[in-house]
């Protein structure tokens, strides 16, 4: 399709370039601490380089406008545009009261294994994956425990054979779901033969579900919970309208507990630290997002299709020495760079200071990291195009 045809075709506009300098925001402005470079195009932290939907700028405006920005609630309305979201995109249904609230998806990691483990405990991962796992196991006396995910010919599987292994001696598994980094969307029939694993070793499982809107087709998400009423009993799901729709800095986060002892648990911990309150223009967002985001959502994943055919198509005419891991869920690319034989720091240092190229490195995943970067293409064409040149 032309862009002109696109453009007359779809209500938004994904083209649009956005200055995000100066705003405080870690992508753009933390580039000199965290690259040695104030040059690099940042393509590493996992937000997007897109308008925050209108209809939430619009919502939250409104709120806004009242002079007072007291104390507030989640309202019945908050908790039902969950409820319908999730019914309508997954087909899963939920109860109201299954739903509590985090200040986003990894203080929730750090909850659940205060709420449901203690130190000591065994806590099975799968690398390479999101290393925020990695620091709350650790920050919280928990031994972790890796069930390695296998590269076969590109694409990731799960070595169910080693984590029935692990999973003898553990007391949960963190399922990262769709998995973040190599955009795998794991299927109806992987997820159950983990669960059906974790379930014979009584292994609880927290599904962090944070990227379940973002799928390529002809991908499906299957919530972990929604498997069967005898999973949904043992998982802790992680979501978030953040990554959506842009949002994480309003920290807002649902974590969806069925069973009402491992709910209230969750909650004890949570209150601890008196941070249920969270914040209004937080739900305020939400709650927009989940109410009028299905459009919007639709022509996202189908911009962010195109920017992967574009940077697919480049690779292998351009870059045959690399190799780009099939995408069918998120907007994170994962790129092996190993054929090239340069040791990661090398990847690192020329990928900063000679093609100015703000990655996320491989290695900071875990094992099976090395050799990797993980490359963020929710950003206009326009700078995917620069991407590659500079490439």
Same mark, same amino acid.
């Given at each position: 399709? =032309?862009?002109?045809?696109?453009?007359?075709?779809?209500?938004?506009?994904?083209?649009?370039?956005?200055?995000?300098?100066?705003?405080?925001?870690?992508?753009?402005?933390?580039?000199?601490?965290?690259?040695?470079?104030?040059?690099?195009?940042?393509?590493?932290?996992?937000?997007?380089?897109?308008?925050? &939907?209108?209809?939430?700028?619009?919502?939250?405006?409104?709120?806004?406008?009242?002079?007072?920005?007291?104390?507030?609630?989640?309202?019945?309305?908050?908790?039902?545009?969950?409820?319908?979201?999730?019914?309508?995109?997954?087909?899963?249904?939920?109860? @109201?009261?299954?739903?509590?609230?985090? &200040?986003?998806?990894?203080?929730?990691?750090?909850?659940?294994?205060?709420?449901?483990?203690? &130190?000591?405990?065994?806590?099975?991962?799968?690398?390479?994956?999101?290393?925020?796992?990695?620091?709350?196991?650790?920050?919280?006396?928990?031994?972790?425990?890796?069930?390695?995910?296998?590269?076969?010919?590109?694409?990731?599987?799960?070595?169910?054979?080693?984590?029935?292994?692990?999973?003898?001696?553990?007391?949960?598994?963190?399922?990262?779901?769709?998995?973040?980094?190599?955009?795998?969307?794991?299927?109806?029939?992987?997820?159950?033969?983990?669960?059906?694993?974790?379930?014979?070793?009584?292994?609880?499982?927290? =599904?962090?579900?944070?990227?379940?809107? /973002?799928?390529?087709?002809?991908?499906?998400?299957? &919530?972990?919970?929604?498997?069967?009423?005898?999973?949904?009993?043992?998982?802790?799901?992680?979501?978030?309208?953040?990554?959506?729709?842009?949002?994480?800095?309003?920290?807002?986060?649902?974590?969806?507990?069925?069973?009402?002892?491992?709910?209230?648990?969750?909650?004890?911990?949570?209150?601890?630290?008196?941070?249920?309150?969270?914040?209004?223009?937080?739900?305020?967002?939400?709650?927009?997002?989940?109410?009028?985001?299905?459009?919007? /959502?639709?022509?996202?994943?189908?911009?962010?299709?195109?920017?992967?055919?574009?940077?697919?198509?480049?690779?292998?005419?351009?870059?045959?020495?690399? @190799?780009?891991?099939?995408?069918?869920?998120?907007?994170?690319?994962?790129?092996?760079?190993?054929?090239?034989?340069?040791?990661?720091?090398?990847?690192?240092?020329? /990928?900063?200071?000679?093609?100015? /190229?703000?990655?996320?490195?491989?290695?900071?995943?875990?094992?099976?990291?090395?050799?990797?970067?993980?490359?963020?293409?929710?950003?206009?064409?326009?700078?995917?195009?620069?991407?590659?040149?500079?490439?």
């Amino acid at each position: 399709m =032309s862009r002109l045809l696109r453009l007359l075709t779809t209500m938004y506009n994904f083209d649009k370039i956005i200055s995000r300098e100066n705003t405080a925001n870690v992508k753009y402005d933390m580039r000199q601490s965290y690259f040695g470079s104030q040059e690099v195009l940042p393509m590493w932290v996992a937000d997007m380089d897109f308008e925050t &939907p209108p209809f939430i700028t619009e919502a939250v405006r409104k709120r806004a406008a009242h002079p007072v920005y007291g104390y507030s609630f989640r309202t019945d309305q908050y908790f039902q545009s969950i409820t319908s979201w999730l019914q309508r995109r997954f087909n899963w249904k939920i109860e @109201r009261e299954w739903i509590l609230f985090t &200040p986003g998806v990894v203080p929730a990691f750090n909850f659940a294994l205060q709420a449901f483990t203690k &130190p000591g405990d065994r806590i099975i991962v799968q690398p390479p994956v999101y290393f925020p796992f990695f620091n709350a196991i650790r920050n919280n006396g928990r031994v972790q425990v890796e069930n390695q995910l296998l590269n076969k010919d590109g694409s990731y599987v799960i070595d169910f054979e080693d984590l029935k292994e692990k999973a003898r001696d553990a007391s949960m598994l963190f399922l990262c779901s769709p998995h973040n980094p190599t955009g795998r969307c794991w299927t109806r029939k992987e997820l159950t033969e983990l669960c059906n694993i974790c379930l014979e070793n009584d292994v609880l499982i927290l =599904s962090d579900e944070i990227h379940a809107d /973002l799928i390529l087709p002809p991908f499906s998400h299957h &919530p972990t919970a929604a498997l069967s009423d005898e999973i949904a009993e043992k998982t802790i799901t992680c979501i978030a309208p953040s990554k959506t729709f842009n949002i994480a800095g309003l920290a807002t986060s649902s974590v969806i507990i069925r069973d009402q002892e491992l709910r209230e648990k969750f909650e004890q911990a949570v209150e601890k630290v008196h941070v249920a309150g969270g914040n209004l223009f937080g739900a305020v967002a939400s709650q927009a997002g989940y109410e009028h985001g299905d459009q919007w /959502l639709d022509e996202l994943m189908e911009y962010i299709q195109g920017n992967y055919d574009l940077l697919k198509a480049a690779i292998e005419i351009e870059f045959p020495q690399l @190799r780009l891991t099939p995408l069918e869920a998120t907007y994170l690319c994962w790129i092996d760079f190993s054929r090239t034989g340069l040791p990661d720091d090398e990847i690192r240092e020329r /990928l900063i200071h000679k093609s100015e /190229l703000g990655f996320a490195h491989g290695p900071i995943f875990g094992n099976g990291g090395e050799g990797f970067q993980r490359m963020n293409i929710a950003a206009p064409r326009v700078v995917i195009e620069e991407s590659m040149e500079r490439l």
